[in-house]
C-alpha cells in the first residue's frame, strides 16, 4: 500500500507543476545555469587555471545563446566574461579575438572595457584598469620582440583612451630603448592587472549575487557527505561485532588441528576493455576564439583530430632558437636557476615546458653555447 500512496503524491505534485508553463521554468533554470558558470569563470580566473576557464567558457556561451535570457544583466555577464578570456591570455599574442590578426588580445579587452566601464562606479579603478591595459599591451609585444606591435597598440590607445602625456612620452622612450624591465613596466606589472580586475568582480558579485545554484548544489554535497560518513561508522561498528565475535570463538579454534589451506589467487584476471570505436567520437566546435587562418569561421573537429594538430605544432617548436636561447638566459638572470615556472612567464617559449628550459639550461652550461652565439654567461643565484 505504502508505493501507491507515493505514486499518488507524485502525481499530484506533476499536477500541480502544470500551472507553470513548462517555458517560464525553463527560463529560470537556465538563468541558474548562467548564473552558476559565471561564477565559475571568475573563480577560475581568480586561481588562474586556464584549461578549467576555457572549457566552462564554452558552456557559458551555449547557455548564453538562449532566446530566454534577454535581461541587461545577462548581457554584461557576457561581457564581463568576454573580457576575462582576453586577460588571461593576454600573453599569448598567438591568440586571436577580432577578425583582425594584428590586434593583441589586450587590445582585444580594453575596447570591452570602454563598454564596461560606464556601469562601474568607482572611477578610480575604471582609470587604473585602463593604464593597466595601455601599459601591458605595450609591455607584452616587448617581451616577445613584436616592436610594431607595441606601436600599434599605443596608437590605438591614443586613438579611443584618454590618459596622461606622461604615459605616452615614457612609452615611446621604453619602446625606443627596448627597456622590458622599466620600473614603469614592473610598477604596472601584469599580476597587478589580475588583481585589480579581480577586485573588480568581487565588488560586482557582491552587488549582483549568482550564486542561487552554487549554495544549493553546495547543501546536497555537504548532505551526501554526511551519509557517507554514517555509513563509515556503520561499517566499523560491525567490523568491531565481528571482531569480538572472533576473539570469542578463538579457544575453540586453538584446539583444533590446522588444516593446509588452499592457495588464494591475489591476481585480478579480468581485463577491462577500455577501447571505444570511432563511432563515439563527439565533435569539438571552437567558437570561443579564432585561428590566424579561420579568422571568421566556425571549425569542427573531433577530440583526435584536435591532438594530431597540437602535435604537430608541438614537433615544429622543438628546435632551440638563438632568441630562445637569449630569452632563457635573461630569465634565470632576473629571476634565478630553477625558477623555470616564473620565466615562462615573462617569455614566449613556444609551448614549452618548465622540464624542457631546465635540459636547455643544463645543455647551455655544459656546452658553453654563451660564447657561441654570443650571449653573455649569467651569475646564477
Known amino acids: 500500500m505504502e508505493p501507491e500512496s507515493n505514486n499518488k503524491t507524485v502525481t499530484e505534485d506533476i499536477s500541480t507543476d502544470e500551472s507553470v508553463s513548462f ?19 571568475c573563480r577560475y580566473f581568480k586561481e588562474g587555471k586556464i584549461d578549467e576557464f576555457d572549457e566552462m567558457l564554452s558552456i557559458f556561451e551555449a547557455i548564453s545563446l538562449s532566446p530566454s535570457l534577454k535581461r541587461a544583466a545577462d548581457d554584461k555577464k557576457t561581457l564581463i566574461c568576454a573580457f576575462l578570456a582576453r586577460i588571461l591570455h593576454g600573453k599569448q599574442l598567438d591568440v586571436q579575438y577580432e577578425e583582425d590578426a594584428n590586434v593583441t588580445p589586450l587590445v582585444s579587452a580594453a575596447n570591452i572595457w570602454s563598454d564596461l566601464k560606464d556601469s562601474v562606479a568607482d572611477k578610480k579603478l575604471v582609470q587604473n584598469v585602463g593604464l593597466l591595459l595601455l601599459v601591458q599591451s605595450v609591455a607584452v609585444c616587448l617581451e ?8 600599434s597598440a599605443l596608437k590605438w590607445f591614443e586613438e579611443n583612451y584618454e590618459f596622461p602625456e606622461s604615459f605616452r612620452s615614457k612609452l615611446l622612450k621604453i619602446m625606443t630603448e627596448r ?16 588583481e585589480t580586475i579581480q577586485s573588480f568582480l568581487d565588488d560586482y558579485l557582491e552587488k549582483n549575487p549568482s ?38 570463538d578463538s579457544a575453540k579454534e586453538n584446539s583444533i588441528a590446522r588444516r593446509p589451506r588452499s592457495r588464494r589467487k591475489h591476481l585480478f584476471t579480468k ?60 630569465g634565470v638572470q632576473r629571476h634565478g636557476e630553477g625558477k623555470w ?28 653555447k654563451f660564447g657561441d652565439r654570443g650571449l653573455a654567461a649569467p651569475s646564477c643565484r
Open 144 to 151: 616577445k620582440g613584436q616592436r610594431s606591435s607595441a606601436s
Open 211 to 248: 550564486d542561487y545554484l552554487l549554495k544549493a548544489a553546495t547543501k546536497v554535497a555537504q548532505s551526501s557527505e554526511m551519509n557517507e560518513t554514517m555509513e563509515d561508522v556503520e561499517k566499523q561498528d560491525s567490523s568491531l561485532t565481528e571482531m569480538d565475535k572472533d576473539s570469542s
Open 23 to 41: 517555458p517560464r521554468i525553463t527560463a529560470v533554470v537556465t538563468r541558474w545555469t548562467l548564473d552558476f558558470t559565471f561564477v565559475s569563470l
Open 271 to 330: 581485463t577491462a576493455d577500455v577501447w571505444k570505436p570511432d563511432s563515439c567520437k563527439k565533435v569539438v566546435v571552437c567558437v570561443t576564439r579564432l585561428s590566424k587562418q579561420e579568422s571568421s569561421q566556425t571549425i569542427q573537429r573531433t577530440p583526435a583530430e584536435t591532438s594530431m594538430n597540437q602535435n604537430k605544432r608541438r614537433k615544429a617548436r622543438q628546435k632551440w632558437t638563438e632568441q630562445l636561447d637569449r630569452y632563457l638566459v635573461n
Open 341 to 368: 615556472s616564473h620565466i615562462l612567464l615573462d617569455y614566449d617559449f613556444q609551448g614549452r615546458t618548465g622540464t624542457m628550459l631546465k635540459d636547455r639550461w643544463r645543455t647551455l652550461m655544459k656546452t658553453d
Open 179 to 194: 627597456e622590458t624591465y622599466h620600473p614603469l613596466l614592473t610598477s604596472f606589472s601584469f599580476s597587478r592587472l589580475k
